[in-house]
């Protein structure tokens, strides 16, 4: 008997990994689509759940941000490479450009969900934060003359690798990747040699 109550109780554990994970997984399709501020209703709809199993398995959109969240972090810290601060200013440039580059390639519709949904969450305030913070500090560890570098011209730089920025150049400027590469890599190796 205990066995069987057992087996049951793992059953129904694994039956509410696999809804969690339906559930996560329609939110991210749903976000990759265009479709930036998901309901739990589209959600569910998606996942072939009840907007109740939704709330059974998350106590808010909020909860439900925070596990996509991690997603987006599984897919965007392994794109951030080490950074290697040798070699000339604009070999160091064109290296980070192309990393934010393909970065903000991958997570874009993700970004632009969170940049819609980060005034009433929380958590995804902070997350912007934690981000913009790490996006910071790897920015300086490829360019160190940022450190010896007037104030304006860090912020400058910091502004011209943002997802923002990226954005802009994509979407509303319409260039395509490679031009929009060009324009945040001449454009930041002129601000740091323009400083020497």
């Known amino acids: 008997m205990n066995a069987d109550l057992t087996e ?3 059953g129904r554990v694994q039956r509410g990994a696999r809804s969690r994970a339906r ?7 749903l976000v990759l689509e ?3 501020r998901p309901t739990a209703e589209q959600v569910a709809e998606r996942a072939g759940v009840g907007t109740r199993t939704v709330f059974r398995h998350f106590d808010d959109m909020e909860s439900l941000h925070a596990e996509m969240h991690a997603r987006i972090s599984e897919i965007a810290l392994p794109l951030i490479t080490r950074p290697d601060p040798t070699g000339s200013v604009s070999r160091r440039v064109a290296a980070i450009v192309e990393q934010r580059a393909t970065l903000f390639e991958r997570i874009g519709p993700f970004k632009r969900s969170s940049v819609i949904n980060r005034w009433s969450s929380p958590f995804l305030q902070r997350g912007h934060a934690d981000f913009a913070r ?5 920015l300086v ?5 940022l450190e010896r570098a007037p104030q304006w011209v860090l912020e400058a730089a910091d502004v011209l690798v943002s997802f923002e920025t990226w954005d802009r150049l994509r979407s509303d400027q319409r260039l395509g990747r490679d031009r929009a590469a060009d324009a945040v890599r001449e454009a930041l190796v002129h601000l740091i040699e323009g400083q020497s």
Do not use: C, K, T, Y
Request: charge should be negative; proline fraction near 9%.
């Open 8 to 10: 049951h109780a793992d």
């Open 23 to 29: 559930i996560v997984d329609a939110l991210s399709d």
């Open 34 to 36: 265009g479709h930036p």
């Open 134 to 138: 790490q996006f910071r500090l790897n």
């Open 141 to 145: 560890a490829w360019l160190p003359e």
